[in-house]
Structure formats: structure tokens, C-alpha cells
């Protein structure tokens, strides 16, 4: 992997006033692995999922609005990725998504080893865990915050 282009590291940078604002009201998220999962997870904002989730959170009780998305995700027994159809939050505004992504980090008992990390690497690695299907998830989750300097 090569360094970030421009225009994608000035797409990321421009979501850090929402991630930090969330990270301010749920101190269990931390802003640079919210920021870097958005790029991951929408191809740098290309592929968004329910208006401003951009983390593939899936349908919560908590949240009102919801859609139904056919998406891929990594199975573990075929080692492939699969077509699913899931639910997923619509967020209508950048820091409504933000701040549920930080809700669901700082509150649910899921997340706790990640929280529970002083290490980033090891938050992330703990996060991905439960987060992505993926099994190289972390690695480049880790990659786009160091690349980026975040």
C-alpha cells in the first residue's frame, strides 16, 4: 500500500470535527479509529450506507431509522466474501451518525477489552474483533491512522 492521494486524505480529515465532537460527548470512541473505519468501510466516502453511516452499523433499537441493504461480508468457513442482506442505522446527519457510533463504543459491553486498551493498536485489534467479518480488519484500520497521522 502506498501513501494516501490528497483527495482522499481531505475527504477524512474533513469528518474530524464530527469525530471529535462525538469523542467529546462518549469519551469511549477515539476519533482517529472512527475516522479511518469511515474510509474503510465507504471506500473513502464513495459507498455510504444509510444516508451518513459510514461504519456499517448495523439496525439498533435505539436508533429510529433504518435500511435494508444488500452488502458482502467475510465467511470464516468459506474464506470468501458472501452477499448478505442486512439492516443497517440512516443517520440524516453527519454528527447524528458520529454520535451514534460513539454511543455504541462507549456504552456496549462488546467493546469493552477495546476501551480497556492504552495502546491504539491494541484498541483496534480488540475493536475488530467484534466489528468486521474481515480478518485483516485491524491491520488496515491501523494502516489508514498511521498513513493519515491521525
Not at 479509529?33 to 435505539?62: D, S
Not at 444488500?70 to 466474501?81: A, G, I, P, S
Amino acid at each position: 500500500m502506498g501513501k494516501i492521494p490528497e483527495d482522499k486524505l481531505k475527504w477524512l480529515l474533513s469528518l474530524l470535527p464530527y469525530a471529535t465532537s462525538a469523542q467529546e460527548k462518549w469519551p469511549g470512541m477515539r476519533a482517529s479509529v472512527c475516522i479511518a473505519q469511515a474510509a474503510l468501510e465507504t471506500a473513502w466516502g464513495k459507498r455510504k450506507i444509510g444516508g451518513w453511516n459510514l461504519w456499517g452499523l448495523k439496525a439498533m433499537k435505539w436508533v429510529p431509522s433504518s435500511v435494508e441493504v444488500v452488502t458482502h461480508e467475510w465467511d470464516k468457513d468459506t474464506r470468501d466474501y458472501v452477499k448478505v442482506t442486512a439492516r443497517f442505522c440512516a443517520f440524516a446527519t453527519p454528527l447524528e451518525g458520529f454520535e451514534a457510533y460513539g454511543r455504541l463504543v462507549t456504552n456496549s459491553p462488546t467493546y469493552r477489552e477495546a476501551r480497556d486498551s492504552a495502546d491504539p493498536v491494541a484498541y483496534v485489534k480488540e475493536l475488530a474483533k467484534h466489528w468486521a467479518t474481515d480478518p485483516m480488519y485491524a491491520e488496515k484500520i491501523n494502516w489508514i491512522i498511521k498513513e493519515a497521522g491521525l
